[in-house]
């Protein structure tokens, strides 16, 4: 049996499982949820990694529904709000930190990096809303995900005493503010 056979198979057997696109966005959830607590307790690496496979589940999520023919109009609506939610409750863990050692400018990093990633999704749904394609900017959500997963995984004790997780913040929050202006404009000029 050939590589592309053996994955044909699998993708079959996925297709006839019991297995719904709702259960891997949950899984998405669950492991994020892990990678939140991580966080708190300064197990940085392992939240990165927590963190990772759980956003890669966020991305299975819809090509499994548009694969399977599973899908539903509220899994879609599920899995775009958990992915709201998932990014929000690792940062607010990472901003607990932040605080907790005395860092308010990388606390409040963080609150910058939340808003700006909410509004980037808002920002697209509205235009869309209005019949107006919005995915331009350069930190949509993969983006956002390899950044925050960069400053997790270097973000303890492996580099020495270099920690990448408060660059990493300060990078996704000003990455995230220019992606909301740069829809904004986007809007602005395709609706005249």
Known sequence: MTAAQRRELVRNRLIESRLTPN????????????????????????AGISFIVGSVMDTLDGR?????????????FLDSTLDRIEEGIVLTAVAAVFAQEGR????????V????????????????????????????????????????VF?????????????????????????VLQRIWHVRKAMG
């Open 113 to 152: 990096a939340v808003l700006a990633s909410l509004m980037v999704s808002y920002t697209r749904a509205r235009a869309e809303a209005l019949g107006v394609e919005c995915k331009v900017g350069i930190a949509t959500r993969p983006v956002r995900v390899v950044i925050l997963s960069a400053g997790l």
């Open 64 to 76: 499994y529904s548009r694969m399977s023919g599973k899908g539903t109009q509220f899994g879609a």
């Open 155 to 179: 973000g303890g004790s492996l580099l020495g005493s270099l920690s990448l997780l408060a660059p990493a913040v300060y990078v996704l929050a000003g990455l995230s503010v220019i992606t």
């Open 23 to 46: 259960a891997i966005s949950l899984t998405g959830l669950a492991l994020n949820l892990l990678a939140a607590v991580l966080v708190w307790e300064r197990l940085f690496l392992l």
């Open 104 to 111: 308010p400018g990388a606390a409040a990093a963080v609150v």
